[in-house]
Antibody, heavy 121, light 108 residues
Framework: QVQLVQSGAEVKKPGASVKVSCKAS????????MHWARQAPGQGLEWMGWISPNSGDTNYAQKFQGRVTMTRDTSITTAYMELTRLRSDDTAVYYCSREANIAVAGPHDYWGHGTLVTVSS | EIVLTQSPDTLSLSPGERATLSCGASQSVSSSYLAWYQQKPGQAPRLLIY???SRATGIPDRFSGSGSGTDFTLTISRLEPEDFAVYYCQQYGSSPRTFGQGTKVEIK
């Protein structure tokens, strides 16, 4: 069965960086784009970008350009999302999700359980 | 960027009632690349509907989606106790992908 298992909660100081991992299993890792989104406490979902595990190509939301880097390690079927220069408003649950191969663009059919990142001095 | 606006913000209904949730887009959503997700407290979102009207695997047929262009609807024909949650629409046809602000379906 498809599973996306994320790394554990993190507490960071303002200005620091955080790197969240997403270990995929149960499917061909390189066959599906991986997306990242976040959800601040009590708020809605915010899309951050995607990575192609096959090519390493990325596409980031403009809001995060220059601060976010998405990478992958195909040998261990794991995707990563690193966010730098953290601020208090980056406190959120960060989710990885797989893009379904349904059409030219696909919805997010499997999600990780989420990783809480808390930014506090 | 396509802005999605959901209405209402909160829907108060009783089990067995019909729920109708709306999602309006600031521009036409290409190829009806519109999805609906359900999220319960402390859980990740769950895909319900994609392509505006196709049910995802394992989703009960009391959930249905409709619409095209800029106006979309999620209907839950008869609410079950497990359906009380927050629902988000998302367009995935253009970048950046965007979500609506969510509609909370609560028990009346």
């Amino acid at each position: 069965q498809v599973q996306l298992v994320q790394s554990g909660a993190e507490v960071k100081k303002p200005g620091a960086s955080v790197k969240v991992s997403c270990k995929a299993s149960g499917y061909t890792f390189t066959g599906y784009y991986m997306h990242w989104a976040r959800q601040a406490p009590g708020q809605g979902l915010e899309w951050m970008g995607w990575i192609s595990p096959n090519s390493g190509d990325t596409n980031y939301a403009q809001k995060f350009q220059g601060r976010v880097t998405m990478t992958r390690d195909t040998s261990i079927t794991t995707a990563y999302m690193e966010l730098t220069r953290l601020r208090s408003d980056d406190t959120a649950v960060y989710y990885c999700s797989r893009e379904a191969n349904i059409a030219v663009a696909g919805p997010h059919d499997y999600w990780g359980h989420g990783t809480l990142v808390t930014v506090s001095s | 960027e396509i802005v999605l606006t959901q209405s209402p913000d909160t829907l108060s209904l009783s089990p067995g009632e019909r729920a109708t949730l709306s999602c309006g887009a600031s521009q036409s959503v290409s190829s009806s690349y519109l999805a609906w997700y359900q999220q319960k407290p402390g859980q990740a979102p769950r895909l319900l509907i994609y392509g505006a009207s196709s049910r995802a695997t394992g989703i009960p047929d009391r959930f249905s989606g409709s619409g095209s262009g800029t106006d979309f609807t999620l209907t839950i024909s008869r609410l079950e106790p497990e359906d009380f949650a927050v629902y988000y629409c998302q367009q995935y046809g253009s970048s950046p992908r965007t979500f609506g602000q969510g509609t909370k379906v609560e028990i009346k």
